[in-house]
């Protein structure tokens, strides 16, 4: 019982690590694309592409955070095990859901989001500002969904 | 035909990712209405050169040290060609590339067939994607030499017509036409993209519109432009043959009929004549670019990529005017009347 408890618990802290880490990768990707063919024609847009393209990647952080915390609660870093029950390793692979789900999605929307605001500043450089904002607006869903995967895993008790 | 009715959703292909990024830092070098009016408002050609060369991008295009109409024009096309062939080395954008490249590949042709049959050698280079000795080697029906198959078609059909019809060099013309046409039409049924389907679409029925007004005004006969003439649900032959066959006064009403009114001129009853053509020419160009235009914003899928491409054809065909305007000293109004829409305003 006490190994069932765990394994759900360290698969909840996988898929926050694993699926929110997917969707950064995939908006990395889109907006890497897209700054890349906006360097070939004005290398000298390389900071603000650089800026847009690492938005996306902050799901993929939120998720390792989520993930790191299961481990620390369970105690796997200090090398004594903390006993889970299976419920209590549902609860825990639940909590981690949100950020996990959310992680993907809203990963993949900023990478798109992000490779229409590189595109607008290819056109509009001195619109940078409102261009950054625009994919930023995607982050607080992240957030709100890491917000609700610490307060989820905090009110577990083991 | 509005384009508004014909403009559906769009897929969200982030394989154009990398090519609309590019075509988003490209698009800034495109012309602007405001950049035209400088032009417009030139003395001469040597001042419009001077304008041209303080803009940014087209500045490095063309300099102002190139002075002769022959030289200007040779650098324009040569410009739009270099991008036509660099985006056309992305398989992704191929398909839609494509259509960009047959326009050059076929005025190659008609221009590689008449030498060959006028017995002479082609001296200079053209833009194409066809090799030009191998061309010259498949004319002379050198054994074992090969073409893209629709290009094989058009020779051999070209060819035949010309030795069956008393040698005419017009129908040389309209039978390569007619080919050009219908790979365009088959372009468009291969595409994924609907709005571009369509564009292309409209871009063979005005064809045939224009087409069928030109031969008017130069009173061909309707049975040689037969020789056009593909089979295609767009446009039937028998309406082809009507916008020839029919009074001036009837035309209008034809070209209502298929809900093209904004083709001709508001208030002015149609006319055989070559500025009434221009205008209409005009307007199909207008046309094509709102719709261009209508698909300009959606951030992934091959329609910006598109859209840009046939942008930069309507700067060069806009500076052509301008240019060559100047140099004939026509008057600023009248050059302004002969200008297309901007990609952007």
Not at chain 1, 89 to 98: D, R, S, Y
Not at chain 2, 23 to 49: F, H, M, P, W, Y
Not at chain 2, 317 to 335: D, S, T
């Amino acid at each position: 019982m006490l190994v069932d408890g765990l394994v759900f618990a360290l698969c909840g802290s996988a898929l926050a690590i694993g699926l929110a880490g997917i969707g950064s990768a995939v908006g990395v990707g889109i907006a890497g694309a897209t700054g890349a063919g906006v360097m070939t024609e004005d290398p000298g847009k390389f900071g603000q592409v650089l800026l847009l393209q690492a938005l996306p990647g902050t799901q993929g952080i939120y998720g390792l955070l989520a993930g790191f915390w299961v481990l620390i609660k369970l105690g796997l870093f200090g090398g004594t095990p903390a006993t889970v029950t299976v419920a209590q390793g549902m609860q825990i692979m639940f909590a981690c859901l949100p950020i996990a789900i959310v992680g993907l999605l809203s990963g993949i929307a900023q990478g798109k989001t992000s490779a229409a605001s590189i595109g607008m500043i290819a056109r509009r450089p001195e619109e940078t500002g409102k261009a950054i904002i625009l994919p930023a607006m995607v982050e607080t869903y992240a957030v709100l969904a890491l917000l609700a995967t610490i307060l989820l895993l905090n009110s577990i008790k083991l | 035909m509005k384009h508004s009715a014909v403009v559906p959703s769009f897929r969200e292909d982030t394989n154009f990712a990398y090519l609309v990024g590019r075509v988003r830092a490209l698009e800034s070098g495109l012309l602007t209405q405001k950049i035209l009016d400088n032009l417009l408002r030139a003395d001469d050609l040597e001042q419009a050169l001077r304008v041209i060369a303080e803009v940014p991008y087209w500045g490095t295009v063309l300099p102002s040290s190139v002075r002769s109409l022959q030289a200007i024009d040779e650098v324009l096309v040569n410009h739009y060609w270099e991008i036509v062939e660099d985006f056309r080395q992305y398989k992704v954008a191929f398909p839609l590339v494509n259509f960009f490249t047959l326009g050059f590949d076929f005025s190659f042709l008609k221009l590689a067939l008449k030498y060959h049959l006028a017995k002479k050698d082609l001296e200079k280079s053209y833009p194409t994607t066809l090799e030009s000795k191998r061309v010259l080697r498949f004319f002379s029906g050198e054994g074992g030499e090969f073409l893209p198959h629709h290009f094989e078609m058009a020779i051999r059909e070209t060819l035949t017509v010309f030795e069956t019809h008393a040698h005419n060099v017009q129908l040389l013309e309209l039978v390569l036409d007619r080919f050009y046409l219908q790979e365009v039409y088959r372009i468009a049924t291969t595409l994924e993209s609907e709005p571009l389907r369509n564009w292309l679409f409209a871009f063979v029925t005005f064809a045939y519109i224009k087409a069928a007004l030109r031969a008017r005004c130069q009173g061909k006969k309707p049975e040689v432009m037969r020789f056009m003439y593909f089979a295609n649900p767009l446009i039937s032959q028998e309406s082809f043959l009507r916008f020839m066959e029919l009074p001036s006064d009837k035309v209008s009403e034809l070209v209502g009929d298929f809900g093209f009114d904004f083709l001709f001129p508001q208030g002015v009853p149609f006319r055989d004549d070559s500025y009434y053509l221009a205008e209409v020419e005009k307007n199909i160009n207008n046309y094509l670019m709102r719709f261009a235009r209508s698909f300009r914003a959606p951030v992934f899928g091959p329609e910006p990529v598109f859209g840009f491409l046939f942008a930069k054809g309507v700067d060069v065909k806009n500076l052509r005017i301008v240019l060559e305007g100047k140099y004939f000293a026509f008057p600023q109004e009248e050059l302004r009347n002969k200008m297309r829409e901007c990609y952007y305003e």
